[in-house]
């Protein structure tokens, strides 16, 4: 069966001041939020979490991305993006991490905003308003560090026990006024290779 909705919510948040300085661009950051009831709840240890997947994965991936495109004004807008998902006491973090962590999920999002690098992410724990925290990475350079943001929000009744909070999470531009650089201007000072920045 495909996921059980019981709510949706949609996070805006637009920063036009950082560090008492008028944003030259407001950074304009969006959530896009599903309240579930876990799909395995009440079954106990469940050795194969797959026909669940399969059956609800997809249709959060798709609904969520909708959500992020009607706020951001469509997918070459967003230029962050991210996701995360908290389970219920009564669940596993398997069960959070097994609705994202699938290209049935991801992939209705990076296709919609035509991103190359991986989406970033949470999985965790928690009662009812347990803290939601959406890392966000640049949607095609994963080095570029303007763009290494973090929604931060929680709904106030969820998730319930035997829920998930399941979220998407996008940015129209990076932190105003960033100014740590890059992660190339550290790999060419180190004399480190982008494809091995630990030198091992």
């Given at each position: ?22 944003a ?5 950051m ?36 909708a ?33 994202i ?27 009812a308003?347990a ?70």
């Open positions: 069966m495909p996921a059980e909705i019981r709510k949706t919510l949609l996070h805006v948040e637009e920063t036009l001041i950082e560090g008492g300085k008028p030259e661009v407001p950074l304009k969006i959530a896009a939020v599903a309240v579930i009831k876990n799909p395995w709840a009440g079954q106990g240890f469940v050795e194969d979490l797959c026909p669940a997947i399969h059956d609800c994965a997809p249709g959060l991936g798709a609904r969520l991305t959500m992020i495109l009607e706020a951001a004004g469509g997918g070459d807008r967003v230029e962050g993006y991210g996701k995360s998902a908290i389970v219920g006491v009564n669940g596993e973090v398997e069960h959070a991490s097994a609705l962590h699938t290209l049935r999920f991801g992939n209705h999002f990076r296709e919609a905003v035509g991103a190359k690098s991986y989406l970033a992410f949470t999985n965790t724990r928690g009662p308003n803290p939601l925290q959406i890392p966000l990475m640049d949607k095609n350079d994963g080095g570029r560090r303007s763009h290494y943001l973090t929604i931060q929000l929680s709904v106030a009744d969820a998730p319930g026990p035997d829920e998930i909070v399941i979220a998407l999470g996008a940015s129209i531009g990076g932190r105003p006024h960033h100014r740590i650089g890059d992660r190339y201007q550290d790999l060419k000072e180190l004399g480190h290779d982008a494809d091995n920045p630990a030198a091992v």
